[in-house]
C-alpha cells in the first residue's frame, strides 16, 4: 500500500475551534518548497513516515456549547450580580446609621457573639438590626472606617458588572478601591488622630498605623506617609483627573465665549442708542436755535408793557409749565456752586431782579384792571417773597399805598425785598381802584381776582405753599446752617457731667531715693568668675559672658561654645546657685531672641521699685492704651506698661507674702491715674474683708454695685448674685453693639461721642474691671455657680468692656480650672512654693525660682517678661483715695442690673447628676483615680462599653467633684485621689 503524509500546514487551526474540518488555505510557495522537500525525505525514510503518520492525523474536533448552557451562565452572573448590588445597598445603610446609632449600639456588639446580639434585638438602634450593628461596627471601628465606604462601592460596582449594566475591568477596579480605602482610612485615622469620639473614625487600622508612624518617626513623618499615599491615589486616577480638568476648561471656556458674545451684544445696542441720541440731541439744538432767534427778533420789536405781561404769563402758577433740564456733566458743578454761594449775593440778585418786574408791573395792572372785573381779597397773613422763589402771580403786585408798603417793608425785617419805585398809572373810575405806587411787599392773595367760572382756574394754592415754604429756608439759611454746623461739630462729651473732676497729684505718693550703683563693678566679676569655674566644672565651655543689671536681680548672658546643648545648661540651676550663695537662679535657655543662654542671679542689695517713678514716667504718661496698666520695672529698668482692654483678662497668684495684694493696688492706682469717672467702673470682690476695703471711698465714683448692696463684695453669698449680674450687663451691652453694627465698645463710645448714634436707643458705656480677691475661698465655698459665670464672662465679655482680674494664693487645678485657665491669657506669678503651681499659673516652670518681694513673671500670650513690681503703700492708697472722695461726685454708684435667681425646685434632675448613677459609677471612679487620667476613651476601652455611656458616666464623676469640666481634646483632670474618693463612696453608701 502507498504511503501518504498530511502536511500541517495545508491546514487552519482556527476551523478546529469553529467546527471546520479539512478545509485547505491556500498556501505559499516557499511553504510548498518546504512540503516536496518533506515528502521526499520521507520516501526515503518509510519508518520515519510510519512514526509521523499517527501525529499528522487531525484532533477531534472541540465540542459547540450548547443554547442550555450559555442561559444557565447568563443567569447565574444576574443572580450574583443583584445579590451583590442588594448586599452593597444593605452595608451602605446600616454603615450611614450607624452614625446616629453607633454610640449606643457599640456596648452592646462589642465583647459580644452574633448570637448573644440576635437575642435582644429590641436593644439595636441600628436600622439595620442585630445583623447590621455587628456589620457596622465591624466596618467602621473595627476595619477601615471611613474607608469602608469604598469597599461598599466595589461590592456594587462588581455587581453592576455582573449583571451587565456596565463592563469594568476586574483587578483595575480591584487594586484601584483597594488602594483608596486603605489610604483614606490612613488619612482620616491622621485627620482625626486627637480628637474625641466614640470611635476612630479611620477605624482600628487607620488609628493604629498612624499611631505607629507618630511614635517611631514623629508627626513629621506621619505626614511625609499621608502625603505619599494620597500621592499614589492620585497617580492611579490621572487619567481621570486629566478628563475631569479638561472637561471643567471646556465648559469655563464656553462660559467665557457666552460672557463675551453677551458684552459684545450690549456694546453693539449701547453704540446704537448713543447714535439715535446724538442724532436727537443735533436735531433739538437746531430747532432751539431756530425758535432763539425768532424770539429775539420779538423781543426787540415788543413794548415793556408787553415784555412784562409776557413775563407774568410764563410764571402764571396755574399753568405749570416748567421745562426739564437737560443732566450734564457740569450741572451737578453749577448746582454745588449755587449752594456755596453767598446768601447776601442772592439777595442782592433778587432785589434787581424785583425792581425789575415790579417797572413793568404797574403798566400790565392796568391792563389787567381794563379787561378784568375784580374783587380785592384781604389775606391776613401776607409773605413777602423773593423774586427768585415767587410764583407767576406775585410778580405782579396788587395796588396798596405807600404806607402800607413802608409798614410791611418794617415789620418783615427777613424779607430779602427792595424798596422800588414805578410810575403812577391812571385810576379806573368802574373799579375804584388806587393805582400802586410802590410794590414794595408783593401780596399773592391781594391781587384783583377775574371775574370767571373758577371751575376752570387750576389750583395753584399747592404750589404757592412750596413757594411760602421755599422762602422761609431760603431767609433763614445763614442762621439755621450755622446752628445745624455748631451742633453736629461738637462731639459728646461722657466727662461733662463730672467735669471739674481733677486726677490724683504725683505728690500723693512717696518720693523713695533709687541707688545705680547698688551693684557693683567687683561684684559682677565675681559672679562671672564663678559662673565660668562652676560651667567648666561640668563640660560647658564658655566663649563670652554680659551682665544686664535689673533693680533686684542681674542677668548673666553667656554665649557657649560650640556643640554645647542647651540641655545640659538647664540642669545645673542647683550647682549654680550653690556656687553663688544665691537665693534662688533662674536659668533661661536660650533667651527669645538672642542667641544666648540667660542665667539671673539675685543681687545682694535689691533696690524698691516706687509707684511714683512709675506712674510719673514716660512711658506711662504718654500712654494712648484704653486701659493703662503700670506694673513696674523691668530687669533693663525700663518700665512695664500693658493694655488691660488688649489682654483682656489677668490672673494673679502668689504664695502668702510674696506681693500680691501690692500688684492689685498698683493695677487700681494705674487705672485711677488714667481713667476719668465716667469712662471706667470697679467691681471689687475681697472676701477676706481687708485688702480693698481702702476703696470704699470712692463708691459714687468709680465703683459698681447693685441696687442696695454694698459695693464692696465680702459676702460669699452674695458673689453669685453679683456675678450674673454681670453676666445680664455684658448681654444687654452686647445687644447695643449689635445694634450699632460694631464689634467691640471702643468703636461704640466713639461713634456716639460723634453723635453718629440715636441717644434715645445708646448710651455712653463705661468700662468695667471686676477684681476678685482670693478666688480660692469662693470657688471652694460656691463651685460651679460661681465657675460658670466666671466662665462666661472670661469667654465672652471682652468685646462689651469687662474684663476680670482673678488673685489666688492657691493656684491649684481645682481653683483655676481649665475653663477659666484658657479665656485668661494674661498672667502675673509671684514666687510660688512648688513647680507644679508654676505650671498651673504658666503652663512652665519659673515662678519657684523667684525671690518674692514683688518679683514676678507677667505672661502674655506666651512671653514671659520678668518684672519688679512698684510698691505703693496703704498709706499712698489712702491719700489717692481721699483726695478722690472730697470731690463733687455721682449720687450712687452705677447700677448693675439686678438678678433674679432660679426657683428653689430647680429643673428637673438628669441622668448626670447624682440620683442616678450609672452601675459601673465605682468602678470607673477607681480606675480614673488610680490612672490620673480623666479620659472617656480610657473608660470605653477599658470597660468594654460605648461611648454614649462613657461619657454619661464621665459627667456624672464631674458632678461628683471626681474629675474637672471638659478641656477639648486633652483628658479632664483629675481632683481626687483613692483616698479622697474611697471617703466619698463611704459618706454616700455606694457600693
Not at 271 to 300: F, G, I, L, W
Request: charge should be negative.
Amino acid at each position: 500500500m502507498e504511503s501518504f503524509e498530511i502536511s500541517a500546514d495545508s491546514y487552519d487551526p482556527s476551523s478546529l475551534t469553529s467546527g471546520g474540518y479539512g478545509q485547505r488555505t491556500p498556501e505559499p510557495s516557499a511553504q510548498r518548497n518546504n512540503a516536496t522537500q518533506s515528502e521526499t525525505k520521507i520516501r526515503q525514510n518509510p519508518a520515519a513516515a510510519r512514526q509521523a503518520r499517527p501525529s499528522a492525523t487531525p484532533a477531534a474536533p472541540a465540542k459547540k456549547p450548547t443554547a442550555d448552557n450559555v442561559s444557565t451562565r447568563r443567569r447565574w452572573k444576574l443572580f450574583a450580580g443583584i445579590t451583590l448590588i442588594v448586599f452593597a445597598a444593605y452595608m451602605l445603610i446600616v454603615c450611614v446609621s450607624y452614625f446616629s446609632a453607633g454610640a449606643d449600639d457599640q456596648s452592646i456588639v462589642q465583647g459580644r457573639q452574633f448570637a448573644r446580639i440576635s437575642s435582644t434585638p429590641e436593644a439595636v438602634s441600628n436600622t439595620g438590626g442585630p445583623l447590621g450593628a455587628f456589620l457596622a461596627d465591624i466596618l467602621l471601628s473595627q476595619w477601615l472606617g471611613i474607608g469602608s465606604f469604598i469597599l461598599i462601592f466595589y461590592v456594587g460596582a462588581l455587581g453592576i458588572s455582573l449583571v451587565g449594566l456596565r463592563r469594568m475591568k476586574f483587578w483595575d477596579l480591584t487594586y484601584k478601591c483597594l488602594l483608596t480605602s486603605i489610604t483614606l482610612s490612613i488619612l482620616t485615622g491622621f485627620v482625626t488622630y486627637t480628637m474625641t469620639s466614640h470611635n476612630f473614625w479611620g477605624g482600628n487600622h487607620g488609628h493604629l498605623v498612624n499611631e505607629f508612624l507618630i511614635t517611631n518617626t514623629g508627626w513629621w513623618g506621619a505626614i511625609g506617609v499621608n502625603m505619599l499615599l494620597v500621592a499614589a491615589v492620585a497617580l492611579v486616577f490621572l487619567r481621570e483627573l486629566q478628563t475631569a480638568y479638561e472637561a471643567y476648561r471646556n465648559r469655563v471656556k464656553k462660559h467665557r465665549e457666552r460672557i463675551a458674545r453677551e458684552r459684545a451684544a450690549a456694546e453693539a445696542r449701547r453704540r446704537q442708542m448713543e447714535a439715535m441720541m446724538t442724532d436727537d440731541e443735533v436735531a433739538t439744538a437746531d430747532n432751539n436755535t431756530s425758535d432763539k432767534s425768532s424770539s429775539d427778533n420779538k423781543t426787540e420789536s415788543a413794548t415793556p408793557a408787553d415784555r412784562a405781561a409776557e413775563t407774568m404769563t410764563e410764571h402764571q402758577p396755574a399753568q405749570h409749565h416748567h421745562e426739564v433740564p437737560t443732566y450734564t456733566p457740569d450741572t451737578e458743578k453749577r448746582y454745588e456752586q449755587a449752594e456755596l454761594t453767598d446768601i447776601d449775593t442772592i439777595a442782592d440778585d433778587n432785589t434787581t431782579m424785583a425792581t425789575d418786574a415790579a417797572s413793568a408791573s404797574a403798566t400790565a395792572a392796568a391792563n389787567w384792571h381794563e379787561t378784568v372785573n375784580t374783587t380785592p381779597v384781604a389775606d391776613p397773613s401776607p409773605v413777602a417773597c423773593p423774586a427768585e422763589t415767587m410764583p407767576a402771580a406775585s410778580m405782579t403786585s396788587a395796588p396798596v399805598s405807600s404806607e402800607t408798603a413802608d409798614h410791611d417793608t418794617n415789620d418783615n425785617d427777613n424779607k430779602a425785598v427792595a424798596p422800588v419805585t414805578a410810575s403812577a398809572a391812571p385810576a379806573s373810575e368802574d373799579h375804584n381802584i388806587t393805582p400802586p405806587t410802590a410794590p414794595a411787599a408783593i401780596q399773592p392773595d391781594e391781587l384783583p381776582q377775574p371775574d370767571v367760572d373758577l371751575a376752570e382756574i387750576p389750583d395753584v394754592t399747592e404750589a404757592e405753599d412750596e413757594t411760602a415754604s421755599a422762602v422761609n429756608l431760603v431767609v433763614n439759611t445763614p442762621q439755621a446752617v450755622a446752628e445745624a454746623r455748631h451742633i453736629s461739630n461738637e462731639p459728646y462729651d461722657p466727662t461733662a457731667e463730672l467735669s471739674h473732676f481733677r486726677f490724683p497729684s504725683i505728690d500723693l505718693l512717696e518720693k523713695r531715693a533709687q541707688r545705680t550703683d547698688h551693684v557693683d563693678l567687683e561684684e559682677q566679676e565675681e559672679n562671672k568668675e564663678r559662673l565660668t569655674q562652676t560651667l567648666n566644672t561640668f563640660g560647658v565651655k564658655i566663649s563670652q559672658i554680659e551682665a544686664t543689671v535689673g533693680p533686684t536681680i542681674t542677668r548673666y548672658e553667656i554665649i557657649p561654645e560650640a556643640g554645647t546643648r542647651t540641655r545640659s545648661v538647664k540642669t545645673l540651676g542647683e550647682d549654680l546657685q550653690l556656687s553663688l550663695a544665691a537665693l534662688g537662679i533662674r536659668i533661661i535657655a536660650p533667651v527669645p531672641g538672642k542667641g544666648t543662654i540667660g542665667i539671673e542671679v539675685p543681687n545682694k542689695d535689691p533696690q524698691i521699685v516706687s509707684i511714683r517713678s512709675i506712674l510719673s514716667s514716660e512711658a506711662f504718661q504718654s500712654s494712648k492704651a484704653e486701659l493703662p496698666i503700670a506694673m513696674g520695672s523691668t530687669i533693663t529698668n525700663d518700665v512695664y506698661v500693658t493694655d488691660l482692654a488688649k489682654l483682656p483678662h489677668l490672673l494673679v497668684a502668689g504664695a502668702t507674702g510674696m506681693g500680691k495684694s501690692v500688684g492689685l493696688n498698683t493695677i487700681i492706682a494705674s487705672l485711677l491715674y488714667k481713667k476719668h469717672p465716667a469712662e471706667l467702673k470697679f467691681v471689687l470682690i475681697d472676701p477676706k474683708r481687708v485688702e480693698l476695703s481702702l476703696y470704699r471711698k470712692l463708691e459714687r465714683h468709680y465703683l459698681a454695685a447693685l441696687p442696695g448692696e454694698d459695693a464692696i463684695i465680702t459676702d460669699t453669698s452674695k458673689v453669685v448674685t453679683v456675678l450674673n449680674s454681670l453676666c445680664i450687663e455684658m448681654g444687654k451691652r452686647l445687644d447695643l453693639l449689635e445694634k450699632a453694627g460694631v464689634r467691640n465698645i471702643k468703636e461704640y463710645n466713639e461713634k456716639f461721642i460723634a453723635r453718629r448714634l440715636n441717644p434715645n436707643e445708646h448710651k455712653f458705656m463705661p468700662y468695667i474691671v471686676l477684681i476678685i480677691d482670693e478666688f480660692a475661698d469662693i470657688i471652694l465655698t460656691a463651685g460651679k455657680e460661681v465657675e460658670n459665670p466666671v466662665s462666661r464672662l472670661a469667654a465672652v465679655a471682652r468685646a462689651a468692656g469687662i474684663h476680670l482680674i482673678i488673685a489666688t494664693q492657691r493656684p491649684s487645678v481645682t481653683v483655676i480650672t481649665g475653663a477659666i485657665k484658657t479665656n485668661i491669657p494674661g498672667r502675673i506669678a509671684f514666687r510660688v512654693n512648688q513647680g507644679v503651681d508654676s505650671r498651673t499659673i504658666l503652663d512652665q516652670v519659673g515662678a519657684n525660682q523667684l525671690i518674692g518681694k514683688g518679683d514676678m513673671l507677667f505672661s502674655c500670650n506666651g512671653v514671659i517678661d520678668r518684672v519688679q513690681c512698684a510698691f505703693i503703700d496703704t498709706d499712698e492708697v489712702k491719700a489717692i483715695c481721699d483726695s478722690i472722695s472730697d470731690q463733687i461726685g455721682y449720687c450712687e454708684p452705677y447700677q448693675l442690673p439686678e438678678f433674679v435667681p432660679p426657683t428653689a425646685e430647680g429643673p428637673a434632675r438628669t441622668g448626670a447628676q447624682l440620683g442616678e448613677r450609672d452601675p459601673m459609677f465605682k468602678e470607673a471612679g477607681m480606675m480614673v483615680v488610680e490612672t490620673q487620667s480623666g479620659s472617656t476613651t480610657n473608660l470605653q476601652r477599658k470597660l468594654a462599653i460605648g461611648f454614649g455611656r462613657a461619657g454619661r458616666i464621665m459627667d456624672q464623676l464631674e458632678a461628683a467633684g471626681v474629675v474637672g469640666p471638659a478641656q477639648g481634646g486633652k483628658p479632664r483632670p483629675v481632683l481626687m485621689d483613692i483616698m479622697a474618693f474611697e471617703n466619698y463612696l463611704q459618706l454616700n453608701a455606694i457600693n
